[in-house]
């Protein structure tokens, strides 16, 4: 009697797996979310300061005639 029992459990971890690939695979595409706004937010972090310093530099370029 013990072998069809494993063969029961057997059967019933096999959707258990499926379900836990499938909540990793969630976690993973959320973590992937999560690096990307953080990727978009500190380079907008970067890039506004870097186009202040250049939008002075270019005043300071200018002839002052103009």
Do not use: W
């Not at 019933?12 to 959320?30: D, G, L, R, T, Y």
């Not at 979310?33 to 186009?51: C, H, K, S």
Request: charged content about 40%; glycine content about 2%; overall charge positive.
């Amino acid at each position: 009697m013990d072998p069809p029992m494993r063969k029961e459990n057997s059967k019933v971890k096999q959707p258990v797996s499926k379900v836990e690939k499938a909540k990793q695979k969630s976690a993973q595409q959320e973590l992937k979310q999560r690096q990307r706004a953080e990727i978009y937010d500190l380079n907008r972090v970067m890039t506004e300061p870097e186009q202040q310093e250049f939008d002075e530099f270019c005043k300071q370029m200018q002839p002052s005639g103009e």
